[in-house]
C-alpha cells in the first residue's frame, strides 16, 4: 500500500472517529463516553469481572475501577461476590443499567440504521464484514503499535 493510501485512509478514520465519539456521546447522555463504553461491554458480556473488562476494552485495572465507581454510584453496575470464590467480584448491569443500555441501543440502531440506509443494500454485509476484518486488524496490531508502546509507558 502506498503512502498516499495509508494517509487517505488515516484521514477517512480520523473523520469515522470523531462522528462515531459524537454519535456515541450524543446516545449516552446521563454517562462519560467512558462509562458508556463499559455499559454495554457488560451489557453484551452478561458479567465480567474487573481483569475480564479491563481486558476487554484494554485498559488498566485502576482506570476502570475509577469509572466502574462512578457507574456503582449511579445504580447502573453492581458488584457481586462470587458464592464459592471471595476474591471474586462480578461486575453486572442493575435494572436501571439494563434500562440505560437499551435506550442507548434504541437510540444506536436507530441512527446506523439510518446510515445503513444510504448504503446500497446489496454491499452492507460486505461493509460490516469488511469492517470486522479491520478491527480484527487493529487488534491484531495493537501490542505492534509505537505510539501504544509510548503510551504504556508513560502511564504511571
Known amino acids: 500500500m502506498d503512502t498516499s493510501q495509508v494517509r487517505d485512509f488515516r484521514r477517512f478514520l480520523r473523520h469515522f472517529t470523531r462522528v462515531t465519539n459524537t454519535q456515541l456521546r450524543h446516545c449516552c447522555t446521563q454517562v462519560t463516553l467512558a462509562q458508556c463504553l463499559?455499559?454495554?461491554?457488560?451489557?453484551?458480556?452478561?458479567?465480567?469481572t474487573v481483569g475480564q473488562l479491563a481486558s476487554r476494552l484494554r485498559l488498566d485495572d485502576s482506570t476502570?475501577?475509577?469509572?466502574?465507581?462512578?457507574l456503582v454510584r449511579k445504580g447502573l453496575l453492581d458488584r457481586i461476590r462470587d458464592d464459592e470464590d471471595r476474591r471474586v467480584v462480578?461486575?453486572?448491569?442493575?435494572?436501571?443499567?439494563?434500562a440505560a443500555c437499551n435506550a442507548i441501543h434504541e437510540q444506536n440502531d436507530a441512527i446506523?440504521?439510518?446510515?445503513?440506509?444510504?448504503?446500497?443494500?446489496?454491499k452492507r454485509?460486505?461493509?460490516v464484514r469488511n469492517f470486522k476484518i479491520l478491527v480484527q486488524a487493529f487488534?491484531?496490531?495493537?501490542?505492534?503499535?509505537?505510539?501504544?508502546?509510548?503510551?504504556?509507558?508513560?502511564?504511571?
Open 38 to 48: 463499559v455499559l454495554l461491554e457488560v451489557d453484551e458480556q452478561q458479567r465480567l
Open 64 to 70: 476502570l475501577s475509577r469509572t466502574i465507581d462512578g
Open 90 to 98: 462480578w461486575i453486572g448491569l442493575t435494572p436501571e443499567g439494563t
Open 112 to 122: 446506523f440504521r439510518g446510515i445503513f440506509d444510504k448504503i446500497p443494500p446489496s
Open 125 to 127: 454485509d460486505a461493509v
Open 139 to 156: 487488534l491484531d496490531s495493537e501490542s505492534d503499535s509505537t505510539c501504544a508502546t509510548i503510551e504504556q509507558e508513560a502511564s504511571p
